[in-house]
Nanobody, 117 residues
Framework: QVHLVDAGGGFVHPGGPLRLSCAAS????????IYWVCQAQGACLEWVSG????????YYADSVKGRFTISRDNAKNTLYLQMNSLKSEDTAVYYC??????????WGKGTLVTVSS
């Protein structure tokens, strides 16, 4: 059984950092594409960052390039998203998910990031 547990959200002032984590069980990250997506209130889902299958190639949305860094700890089977220089428009619920031939088939429950002065 696959489980993704995302955590690390919270309240931060503009310009501040947060680090999200996604702990996985029932799968090996390297065998799948694992992504962070976010959804702001009243908005559509947006792709944020991820590792493609193989665990080497990364993806970043243009809006987060230079500010967010994705990494993983294979020993802990945990994915991280270091978010720096946060902006109010980064406010959203962030989810980690597995992307496979079946689509976005496993999701974490989400962690809320609020950026506000």
């Amino acid at each position: 059984q696959v489980h993704l547990v995302d955590a690390g959200g919270g309240f931060v002032h503009p310009g501040g950092p947060l680090r999200l984590s996604c702990a996985a069980s029932g799968l090996a990250f390297i065998d799948y594409s694992i992504y962070w997506v976010c959804q702001a209130q009243g908005a559509c889902l947006e792709w944020v960052s991820g590792f493609r299958t193989g665990g080497v190639t990364t993806y970043y949305a243009d809006s987060v390039k230079g500010r967010f860094t994705i990494s993983r700890d294979n020993a802990k089977n945990t994915l991280y998203l270091q978010m720096n220089s946060l902006k109010s428009e980064d406010t959203a619920v962030y989810y980690c998910l597995r992307y496979s031939s079946g689509g976005m088939d496993y999701w974490g429950k989400g962690t809320l990031v609020t950026v506000s002065s």
